[in-house]
């Protein structure tokens, strides 16, 4: 496994839009493997393909305390989206310290890929239900895979107060 390299705002590639993938194979299976070191020791829980730089459908997530249950999305899509909305502080990998409140659906349905080729369905609430959602939900301006960094909270770019590291 590999780290890759985040793209950081204003990176005109975090804006390429990210193709579906055609086919999950050792290439796919790689990148994942690369995507989820890379999110890891950036200590992140999420992180989409374009944020490296590869800009196809492709997100990893471990929103777990113990930060060892990951989920792999491939072609990930929300199929369905509460009324009820939610406000929660989030940040994102390509914009380094910059955390802003986001509303976004309180739980949603995400359909995907996993790694090993299967295509499931899952419902999400709390913080899993936020990571795909700047990616995937309709109709934000990332739905083909733009990182983050066009979701209003990269947008307004304004310092938050620093997030507390005790535990």
Known sequence: ?????????????LHK?????????ERVRRLVDDMLETMYAAEGVGLAATQVDVHERVIVID??????EPRVLINPEIVWASEE????????????????????AARVRVAATGRDGERREFEADGGLR???QPVQARPHPAEDGQAHARGRA??????SRPRSTAG
């Open 154 to 159: 990269c947008r307004r770019l304004r310092p």
């Open 63 to 68: 929103t777990s305390p113990d930060r060892n």
């Open 85 to 104: 909305r939610a406000i929660a502080e989030e940040g994102c990998l390509s914009v380094p310290s910059i955390y802003d409140k986001v509303e976004r």
């Open 1 to 13: 496994m590999a780290r890759l390299q985040i793209l950081c705002y204003p990176d005109p590639r």
């Open 130 to 132: 936020r990571v795909p």
């Open 17 to 25: 839009v990210a193709q579906p993938v055609a086919n999950v194979d």
